[in-house]
């Protein structure tokens, strides 16, 4: 009886200790290479539809876009290659109503990519704007072994939109960060002014909040006592400090417009995040808008005309207009 219960302590040690050599390595796996939303994904998700379709008999069916081209939208698609050889690609709605426009530059969530903001590129082309959307390393049919939501994706963006400002049709820039994507944002304009408008569509108070709630959707109860190892094994792959990124602190010293969005997403903590960020900033034109019907769902169609009216109405609203220059008299159509 003794020597039973001795081997059963021995395994539940051996457990114990596997699970916490174990455990940072994958959660700190699912922050570094999160599921790229790139048209291979896009491919895996239409097959298993349709054998879900062949297996129930139904009638419903789903539009699987993989191309700003299947909506007909003018486009071109973009790529830039970073000092480190390293390429970052992605789609660039262009506005043909108008010689000139601004340009609403998108950087999407860590599990997002820009295959999913195809329905927002047509959206806010016609409502005037041309729209970019970027996928960062690792993320979408972009290059990168890591998904790195700190100083290396700044540094990115700080090469890749002066060169979409200096495009001739071009004469302001908006940027959309959501998720991930709005910490992006919110570092990169405490760093520079390289945007007129921002806009921050789910944004977390900090990024060890952001880090800490991905970690547990993976390992709920292990977390707690595992958190101080998987923090430690992420920002030894990345460089990146995890308390580092306070962005409601960041958010007080930012002085452009700024519009504060909760929508596609998937907690009510979600909402209170965003009102708190918005409660954060220091700035006097600022804006509030939760769209509760698009709980749950991802973006693109899913959101509604109220949603691309509000974001559009805001942003034409704090652009500093000033008129810039084209030599060309109409733009290239696809």
């Not at 790139?38 to 298993?48: G, T, Y």
Request: proline fraction near 5%; hydrophobic fraction near 45%; charged fraction near 20%.
């Amino acid at each position: 009886m003794l020597k039973n219960i001795f081997r059963l302590t021995i395994l539940l040690q051996f457990l114990a200790i596997a699970l916490v050599v174990i455990t940072p390595v994958i959660s700190v796996n699912k922050l570094l290479y999160p599921t790229r939303i790139d048209s291979a994904f896009v491919n895996m998700q239409q097959l298993q539809f349709q054998k879900m379709k062949e297996a129930t008999k139904s009638d419903t069916s789903a539009i699987f876009l993989y191309s700003p081209s299947q909506l007909q939208i003018n486009f071109t698609e973009l790529e830039f290659p970073m000092p480190d050889s390293i390429k970052l690609r992605g789609w660039m709605a262009i506005d043909t109503t108008k010689m000139i426009s601004p340009l609403l530059l998108i950087i999407p969530d860590m599990l997002e990519g820009a295959i999913d903001y195809i329905p927002a590129m047509q959206e806010f082309s016609a409502r005037g704007f041309n729209v970019g959307v970027i996928n960062l390393r690792g993320q979408g049919n972009s290059d990168g072994e890591y998904y790195l939501p700190g100083q290396k994706s700044i540094d990115d963006l700080i090469r890749i939109i002066p060169e979409l400002r200096a495009l001739p049709y071009v004469n302001h820039v908006a940027i959309l960060g959501s998720g991930s994507g709005a910490g992006i944002a919110i570092s990169l304009l405490s760093d520079t002014a390289i945007a007129d408008v921002l806009i921050l569509q789910n944004p977390v108070s900090n990024f060890e909040r952001f880090f800490i709630s991905h970690a547990q959707s993976e390992w709920r109860i292990a977390v707690p006592f595992l958190l101080p190892a998987i923090i430690r094994s992420y920002e030894k792959q990345t460089g990146i400090n995890v308390a580092a990124y306070k962005y409601d602190k960041m958010i007080e010293n930012l002085f452009l417009p700024q519009m504060f969005v909760t929508a596609n997403f998937n907690s009510k903590e979600q909402i209170t995040e965003t009102v708190a960020m918005y409660d954060a900033s220091t700035y006097f034109k600022k804006q509030l808008y939760i769209e509760t019907q698009s709980y749950l769902k991802r973006p693109g169609t899913n959101n509604s005309k109220i949603y691309y009216d509000k974001i559009s109405a805001f942003i034409n609203s704090s652009l500093p207009y000033k008129s810039k220059k084209v030599s060309r008299k109409k733009l290239a159509t696809r």
